[in-house]
C-alpha cells in the first residue's frame, strides 16, 4: 500500500535535510517541501490568504498518491499545528494510502546552534515546540544526531508497516472537525446568553444609580419645603409683633 510521510516540527529542526535523506531512500517515491506549497512577498501570519497553502499541499499530495508513487514524503513546519494538518489531510483526495507520521524535537540549546549555523536573523522562536502532538504521531529527538541517524529511525518505523490506514486517517480527522465545529457553536451560542446576563446587569445598575440621583433630589426637596414653611412660620410670628 501507498505510505504517506510526513515530518513536521519548528524552523531549524531539520525537516527538510531528514525528509530528503528520507525520499533519496526509498525508490519510486515523490517529495514536497510545504515551503514550496505558498511562496508569496510579502509573508504574514495575519493574511487569511495563507489558508490557500493548505489546498496547494493537499492538491500536490493527492496528486503524487494517486500517479502510484509508493511513498510520499512531505516535510512542512505547518502541519505541527493540529487545525492545518486536519484541513489539509481532510482535502486529500486519494483514499489508497497509510500515513506515517513524524515531529522532529530538539533541545533550546539546539535549536539556536542550528539556527545560528543557519544565518538566521530574527529571533529564535520557541512556539512551534509548544504546540500538542497529534494521535499516531512519533515524536522524533534529534539531538545529538545527525540528519542520517534520523532518517534512519524513520525508514526503520516505516518498513516495519504500523502505518494508519486513510479510512482510519479520515474518520479521526472528521471526527475532529465535528467536534471543532460543535464546540464553536456551543461557544456562540454563550455569546447571546453572555451578553443578556451582561445588558441585565447594566440595567439593574442604571435602576440603581437612577434610586441615588431620586433619593438626594427628593431629600433636597424636602429640605426645602422644611425650609419655606419654618420661613413662612417665622415671618407670622414677625407680623404679629
Known amino acids: 500500500m501507498k505510505k504517506l510521510i510526513i515530518i513536521s516540527g519548528g524552523p531549524c529542526v ?92 530538539c533541545s533550546e540549546d539546539t535549536l539556536k546552534a542550528r539556527f545560528d549555523a543557519k544565518g538566521g536573523r530574527a529571533a529564535v522562536s520557541f512556539f512551534w515546540a509548544e504546540t500538542p502532538s497529534t494521535p499516531g504521531e512519533q515524536i522524533v529527538d534529534t539531538d545529538g544526531k545527525t540528519p542520517e541517524q534520523v532518517a534512519r529511525e524513520i525508514w526503520r518505523a516505516v518498513d516495519k508497516g504500523e502505518g494508519i490506514p486513510a479510512s482510519v486517517v479520515m474518520k479521526e ?47 433636597a426637596k424636602k429640605t426645602t419645603v422644611t425650609k419655606t414653611a419654618a420661613t413662612k412660620k417665622a415671618a407670622g410670628k414677625k407680623a404679629k409683633t
Open 14 to 105: 531539520g525537516k527538510s535535510t531528514v525528509g530528503k535523506r528520507v525520499f533519496e531512500h526509498y525508490s519510486n517515491s515523490a517529495y514536497c517541501d510545504g515551503d514550496w506549497c505558498w511562496c508569496v512577498n510579502p509573508e504574514s501570519i495575519r493574511d487569511n490568504r495563507q489558508q490557500y497553502g493548505d489546498r496547494n499541499m493537499a492538491f500536490l499530495l493527492s496528486t503524487y498518491l494517486e500517479a502510484g508513487y509508493d511513498y510520499v514524503v512531505f516535510s512542512s513546519v505547518v502541519m505541527t499545528e493540529p487545525e492545518t494538518r486536519e484541513r489539509v489531510i481532510r482535502c486529500i483526495t486519494s483514499k489508497d494510502y497509510e500515513l506515517y507520521s513524524f515531529r522532529l524535537v
Open 173 to 219: 480527522t472528521k471526527k475532529a472537525a465535528a467536534k471543532k465545529t460543535a464546540a464553536a457553536t456551543e461557544k456562540k451560542a454563550e455569546k447571546p446568553a453572555a451578553a443578556k446576563t451582561t445588558a441585565k446587569k447594566t440595567t439593574a445598575k442604571k435602576v440603581t444609580t437612577e434610586k441615588a440621583v431620586k433619593k438626594p433630589a427628593a431629600a
